[in-house]
């Protein structure tokens, strides 16, 4: 769809953007974010924050690494859902950090308030693409629908085997007779 196309499009172009002047020049970002950044890594479990840089300059490139190829794949279209995913995430440090407009000086708070909501409402944008099925059942439905489907052929196959069972039962009891009447004839009377 044209309308689906052109939002990826608008989302992705905006990330390739930041992302690629966030791996050019993380000196600003990096400065700005590098209490938050050492504050989260620090409160971060170690599986975590192991494997992670730990100056705020090669995060702040991480982070805009992860705009930069997840704009790219929206823009085009590939992987919709998840680069929406990666990019709402990589959206939140960079909120968090560059537009704390709760800690800012007081003549700064209403540009930051605008550029935290202008972020935030991104990340709904985000959001919303990241579970966009393109008018196809999801995830959910598809589960739901297969447990659904195996509890029927479940209960089908319960009624085949008790019939099955029954029959067997049936034909079973019927042979015994047959058996006894043929031994109740052979015998003198």
């Known amino acids: 769809m044209l309308v689906r196309r052109l939002a990826y499009a608008a989302q992705g172009a ?57 704009g790219s794949l929206l823009a085009i279209g590939k992987f919709p859902r998840i680069s929406a995913l990666a990019l709402a995430a990589s959206l939140v440090p960079t909120t968090v950090a560059g537009h704390a407009f709760w800690s800012a000086p007081k003549d700064q708070q209403g540009a930051q308030r605008s550029q935290f909501l202008k972020n935030l409402a991104i990340f709904g944008g985000l959001i919303i693409t990241a579970v966009d099925t393109k008018g196809q059942p999801g995830l959910a439905w598809r589960t739901g629908h297969a447990v659904e489907s195996a509890k029927s052929s479940i209960g089908d196959l319960t009624q085949s085997a008790t019939d099955t069972v029954s029959e067997f039962a049936h034909s079973a009891e019927k042979a015994i007779v047959d058996a006894q009447s043929a031994v109740a004839d052979k015998l003198p009377g």
């Open 14 to 70: 905006l990330f390739i953007l930041s992302g690629f002047d966030a791996v050019k020049n993380p000196g600003g970002r990096a400065q700005m974010a590098g209490p938050f950044l050492e504050k989260a890594v620090n409160a971060a479990p170690d599986k975590i924050s192991d494997p992670l840089p730990s100056s705020p300059e090669q995060l702040v490139r991480l982070n805009g690494g992860v705009q930069l190829v997840g």
